[in-house]
């Protein structure tokens, strides 16, 4: 679905990424850096209310430079040959980063159409039957889409092995979190939750939703890492992660 408000944000992204652009032409100094293409760059041209947000070069996002600079800091780890579940794999850098260290990278989305990634299956997270399965999940912008999460987080806990570990990521407010009742339109979605396919909006209460499922959660804030990397890799959003007990 177009609308304004995308409209609106793609306009102002293409605006911010010509100007940054044409300062790295005329020589700006590159004092930041991105995590995720491993490269200095002169800025993150903005998106929506995040005025620094992609990458110039790769175009990562704040999300996907957190998830690289926790795994590069040891905050959190991926063991060589573990089996790693990418839902909704929209995110190059890490695409390529877990396929590297996997020995069984699966990519899957409930409409895999929509990602031109070798692999990729089908994969409806309500109807999930998978036990024991995987070391990893990485689910980004994920939850906020599917019908019942609480079933979800459930078929989540069952594919883990004992002691994995999702990675979860979703758009929060500062409010919590509310739920949209099922046959809300498109447009009340976008009004209420900022876009037309989100059935829900998550505040810092999910942690909640997590371990009710039967997870031990904790939240990794990028606001919690070194100042200096907050600055130069703009670094935002908060990680859940949730583990399932060993
Ligand atoms: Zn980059």
Request: hydrophobic share 40%; proline share 7%; with cysteine.
């Amino acid at each position: 679905m177009i609308t304004m408000q995308r409209v609106r944000k793609a306009a102002g992204k293409h605006l911010s990424r010509a100007e940054l652009a044409v300062r790295s032409a005329f020589g700006a100094a590159r004092d930041r850096h991105c995590p995720a293409c491993r490269r200095d760059v002169v800025g993150f041209f903005r998106y929506g209310d995040e005025a620094e947000w992609g990458c110039l070069d790769c175009g990562a996002s704040p999300r996907e430079r957190l998830m690289h600079h926790l795994l590069d800091e040891g905050v959190i780890a991926l063991p060589a040959w573990s089996a790693v579940l990418h839902c909704a794999p929209g995110e190059a850098s890490l695409i390529e980063r877990f396929r590297a260290h996997a020995g069984d990278y699966v990519p899957a989305d409930i409409d895999p159409s929509r990602y031109a990634v070798p692999g990729v299956q089908h994969l409806d997270l309500m109807a999930m039957t998978d036990e024991s399965r995987y070391d990893r999940i990485y689910a980004s912008h994920v939850m906020e889409h599917v019908p019942d999460d609480a079933v979800v987080l459930r078929n989540l806990l069952r594919a883990l092995k004992p002691g994995g570990e999702a990675w979860l990521l979703v758009p929060l407010w500062d409010r919590p979190s509310e739920d949209g009742p099922p046959d809300l339109s498109g447009r009340e979605r976008e009004r209420r939750f900022g876009q037309w396919d989100h059935v829900r909006q998550y505040g810092r209460d999910f942690a909640e939703r997590i371990r009710a499922a039967g997870f031990e959660v904790d939240l990794i804030d990028a606001a919690s890492r070194p100042p200096e990397a907050v600055r130069r890799e703009a670094l935002a959003d908060t990680l859940f992660r949730a583990r399932r007990p060993a």
